[in-house]
Structure formats: C-alpha cells, structure tokens
C-alpha cells in the first residue's frame, strides 16, 4: 500500500495543519537554529507550502536568494503564490535525490520533515552535501512516530491506528540514526535539539486536533482496519477533549551540521 501521497487535497491540509500556532512555533525554532544572514544563498529540500522559505527569504533579504525545491507540483503551486512578491526566491519542480543546482551553491540549506519520506538516506544526504559551500551549515528535521503520546480510551485500537498511519512514510523513526548519516556525508554535526508539540487541551487551531482527521482518513482499510473502526477512534479522541480529558505531544529532532 501507498504511502501518503502530497496531491492537491493533502497540500491543502498540510497548508492548514503549517499554519497551526504549534507549527509556526516550530518554524521559528527552526529558522532561529539555523540564523540566516542577509546575502546568503539558502536552499530548502522539499519545501512544501514554502511557508519556511518565506521566512528564509525576509531573513536573507534581496542581496541573498532562497531556493525551494520539492518534488509535488501542487506543495509547489501552494509555494510560488505565498512567495510570489519575493523576487529573491525561486521554487523548482525537483527530486532530493537530484538536486538540480550546481555543486558548491550554497551556504546552508533546511529539511524539515523530508527525509524521512525518502527510502535512500545516504543518498539524498550525499546529495545535500554536494550542493552545500565547504563551511556551510546544514539543518536536518525529522520527527520519531514512537515519540507520540495521545490519550486515547481504548488503547488497543489506538495502537493498532499508529501503527498503520507508520505506512505514510518511509522512515517513523529516522532520527535515532540520523547524526550517524550526516557524519557519513562528511557533515559535522554541531547542535541536537528536541523541539516538542504539546497540546494539553483539545482545540481546532491546533496541530493534534488537524492531524487526527489526516490520520482517520489515511488508516481505513490498512492493518485490518475498518472505516468503522478509525471513526471511532476519532470519536474517542474528540470525546476526551470535549471532556476536558486531553492530552497530545509529539517530538522532533533536530540536527545543525557543518559541512567538511
Ligand atoms: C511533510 S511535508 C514538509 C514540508 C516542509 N518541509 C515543511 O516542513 O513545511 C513533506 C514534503 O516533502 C516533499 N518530498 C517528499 N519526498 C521528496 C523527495 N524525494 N524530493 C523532494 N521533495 C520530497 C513532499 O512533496 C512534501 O512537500
């Protein structure tokens, strides 16, 4: 069975869940980690609703040039209206595995929540690598799907819907091995940081309250589960937070590298 697949309605919901408080926060530890400067040359591997690149952009400002690259035309379509009064910026249709810009280009590139899509690691990082200055600094953001807690009721069922929303994705837990990997790309990580989503009550502009619809849909008729059977789990999910019940969080990690 597929994993999940980045077309119209998913850059959608990704637009929306991106826009939650909990994920702008995320970004803005992202970018803070990362400390553009102006004139630098940024690249975002699989930049989705560009929302990062964006921000890259005021950061770097008209003397430097920001670049998203994304292999889903429509996440792109999403990029190039949000981004489309910084001249500076420049979304391509492209692959992380084939970067299409020369070797050496630029001064430091982000990854938020991409490779962990992406079956071959070494190679996609090799090829970060190559396209990143000697000096240049990278950052790396994935999350670990075990790092989730959710209080659910019944238990069982909710086990047996994380476990199949793991099959939206190649790698649920990348993070573990990852400054293993960019070591082994000639990146010399210098900075580990855990950035956590909590959400202790059930609220709509929220990032739980958003995913658990993704997840329902995606999970019906993967691992033995029925339609019936996500719906409920939803149902109970919504019932803990209407019962002031609630709790959710989730981790991700996140790795500053220097090129070698
Ligand atoms: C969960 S979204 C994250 C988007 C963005 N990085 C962010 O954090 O806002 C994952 C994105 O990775 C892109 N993607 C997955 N595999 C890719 C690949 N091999 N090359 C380029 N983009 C890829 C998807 O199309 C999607 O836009």
Not at 13 to 42: C, F, K, M, N, W
Not at 51 to 58: C, E, K, N, Q
Not at 168 to 175: A, E, M, N
Request: glycine share 8%; with cysteine; hydrophobic share 45%.
């Amino acid at each position: 069975m597929s994993m999940l697949q980045f077309d119209d309605d998913a850059a959608r919901r990704i637009q929306r869940l991106y826009s939650t408080p909990d994920v702008v926060q995320q970004r803005a530890e992202v970018l803070a980690l990362l400390a553009a400067q102006p004139g630098e040359r940024v690249l975002d591997v699989g930049s989705g609703p560009g929302f990062l690149v964006a921000s890259l952009a005021d950061a770097v400002g008209p003397s430097g040039a920001v670049y998203g690259v994304d292999q889903s035309k429509p996440m792109n379509t999403v990029a190039r209206d949000l981004t489309a009064r910084q001249s500076w910026v420049s979304i391509d249709d492209g692959d992380a595995l084939a970067l299409p810009y020369a070797d050496g280009r630029f001064d430091a590139a982000v990854s938020t929540q991409v490779y962990e899509y992406v079956a071959d690691i070494p190679a996609a990082l090799a090829e970060l690598r190559r396209v990143i200055r000697r000096g240049g600094r990278v950052l790396v953001l994935d999350t670990d799907w075990d790092s989730v807690v959710w209080h659910a009721a019944d238990r069982e069922r909710h086990r047996r819907v994380m476990a199949a929303w793991e099959e939206h994705l190649v790698h649920p837990h990348l993070p573990c091995t990852l400054p293993g990997q960019l070591r082994g790309a000639r990146f010399r990580v210098v900075r580990r940081s855990l950035l956590s989503l909590f959400n202790p009550v059930y609220e709509q502009d929220t990032f739980s309250a958003l995913i658990m619809e993704m997840i329902a849909g995606f999970v019906e008729g993967r691992q033995g589960l029925t339609g019936a059977e996500a719906g409920a789990w939803l149902a109970d999910l919504r019932e803990r937070g209407a019962e002031d019940d609630y709790l959710f969080s989730i981790n991700r990690y996140c790795f500053l590298a220097v090129a070698e």
